[in-house]
């Protein structure tokens, strides 16, 4: 089976339009071609052994954007970080299932009460726990009251709703982890980095939480600038919700 990844580069016509600019920041990276958007910039640990973490730093806007979307798949970290920001500035938009609702909104309602697993740690975190019963928050760096990632296994299939953030993508634990959320009665995905795609809903996806960047210029400012999440100028936040 395909992985997530390969499936949404695959919605892409074989033909893509020219990348007009990519600005790689401190926390995102954002990438203008048709479309604009943006994904978590994840710096790797140690060089590469094929040589600079990025390659033609400085020129990546002269390379086929045919060939940067498939950075997506990179297993070093901030290639991969471009890949995804090129990915979903060319996915189509998906306008018809697009509602201005915050994830954080959804998890509320439907979290009350039940056990819910969260993947990352957001800044709602304490007001879901206060909803949530129980919560169990998963991290790579764990916070007072987190659980290692290495908890997923044990927790997400003992969860009812399970929200994913989607810097799942560019360290490449996505599809794994929608394997431990089969038996969820609510799954989502949520983040900047998330890919506003249909694929995902068709994956079982509930609902699918990212960015709709409506001033391109703006965005990269902004991420040029070092802006973290909150900060970026020039995008909404926006879900594609499945028919329930």
Known sequence: MSSVIEDLIGTLPASLPPAREIVVGAFWTGAWTEGASVAITVRPSKAPSDGFPVPHAGELAEIPTEELVQWALSPVPIRASIGMAVLNSLLPTASAREVEI???????????????????????????????????????????????????????????????????????????????????????????????????????????????????????????QGATFRQIKGMKLVTLMRDM
């Open 102 to 224: 915050k994830a954080q909104d959804i998890l509320m309602k439907e979290g009350a009460g039940k056990p819910v697993a969260l993947v990352g740690h957001f800044p709602f975190v304490e007001e879901l726990r206060e909803v949530a019963n129980p919560l169990w928050v998963l991290e790579l760096n764990p916070r007072e009251g987190d659980l290692e990632a290495s908890e997923a296994e044990n927790v997400i299939p003992r969860a009812r709703i399970v929200a994913i953030t989607s810097s799942a993508f560019v360290n490449h634990t996505i599809d794994s982890l929608l394997a431990m959320s089969k038996g969820a009665e609510l799954v989502m995905l949520l983040g900047g980095t998330t890919p506003l795609s249909p694929v995902l809903l068709e994956r079982g996806v509930d609902f699918v939480s990212g960015v709709r960047v409506f001033e391109p210029e703006l965005m990269l400012r902004s991420v040029r």
